[in-house]
Nanobody, 125 residues
């Protein structure tokens, strides 16, 4: 399984970014997917997750109403639209696949088995 994130960068507070995660080596449409992030000196934390069919989504309280997770199963790609960015959103963002096919989305990192290398998001004040 290979997951490759892209779309990170430097943005001013209040700005937007769209992250992408290209997946290969698995039947993408079978698996719930998630986004996590890790800021310097902090533990990795859950950001958002989406069911295998895109019908259900889950968000951390800290990003609810600002971020939107989506997927395109025809393109084997996961997205994270991030709006109204804040300096506290600065982190490395990782996409991940759930360990089990057809399982509902999880919010705990140990429920996810494959991870990308991460993409840096920096929000300046």
């Amino acid at each position: 399984v290979q997951l490759v994130e892209s779309g990170g960068g430097l943005v001013q507070a209040g700005g937007s970014l769209r992250l992408s995660c290209a997946a290969s080596g698995l039947t993408f449409s079978w698996y719930a997917m998630g986004w996590f992030r890790q800021a310097p000196g902090k533990e990795r934390e859950f950001v958002a997750a989406v069911s295998w069919d895109g019908g259900s989504t889950y968000y951390a309280d800290s990003v609810k109403g600002r971020f939107a997770i989506s997927r395109d199963n025809a393109r084997n790609t996961l997205y994270l639209q991030m709006n109204s960015l804040k300096p506290e959103d600065t982190a490395v963002y990782y996409c991940a696949t759930h360990r089990s096919p057809w399982a509902p989305p999880g919010i705990h990192s140990d429920q996810f088995g494959s991870w990308g290398q991460g993409t840096q998001v920096t929000v300046s004040s």
